[in-house]
C-alpha cells in the first residue's frame, strides 16, 4: 500500500524528525543531512518512542537504554535491543513522495 506523504516530507527540515500514525503503523519520518528515511517509531526493546531520539551517524539511538539502530535498515548497532526496526521504502511518483507499507 503506497500512502501519500508528499507534504510530510517537504516540511521536513534538515535533521527534524515527524511521527506519522497510519492505521496501526507509527512512524518516525527522519530527515538526516538531507536524507529521509521512515522507520517504525517505537523501540523494540521495551517499547520506548524514539520521537526524541538522539540520530548521529546514520543511526537513532533510543532515548530510554541507549539501543542504537540504523536509519536504513533499522539494524540493531548497539545493545540492550535485539530485533532490529521495520524500515519503510520512500518513492517519488510522478513529482510526489510516497511511504510504501
Ligand atoms: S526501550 Fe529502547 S533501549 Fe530500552
Known amino acids: 500500500m ?5 507534504d510530510y ?3 521536513l527540515n534538515e ?3 515527524k511521527i506519522l500514525i497510519i492505521d496501526d503503523y507509527k512512524i518516525l519520518l527522519v530527515n538526516h543531512n538531507g536524507k529521509i528515511y ?3 517509531a517505537t523501540c523494540t526493546h521495551e517499547d520506548e518512542s524514539l520521537e526524541d531520539g538522539y540520530i548521529d551517524d546514520e543511526c537513532i539511538e533510543c532515548p530510554k537504554h541507549g539501543a542504537k539502530f540504523e536509519l536504513k535498515t533499522g539494524e540493531v548497532r548497539s545493545l540492550p ?7 519503510y521504502e520512500i ?3 510522478n513529482g ?3 511511504l510504501r507499507i
Open 96 to 98: 510526489k513522495y510516497f
Open 15 to 17: 535533521n527534524e524528525k
Open 91 to 93: 518513492v517519488l511518483e
Open 81 to 87: 535491543a535485539f530485533k532490529p526496526l521495520k524500515t
Open 38 to 40: 521512515a522507520i517504525d
Open 2 to 6: 503506497n500512502i501519500e506523504v508528499h
Open 9 to 11: 516530507i517537504k516540511n
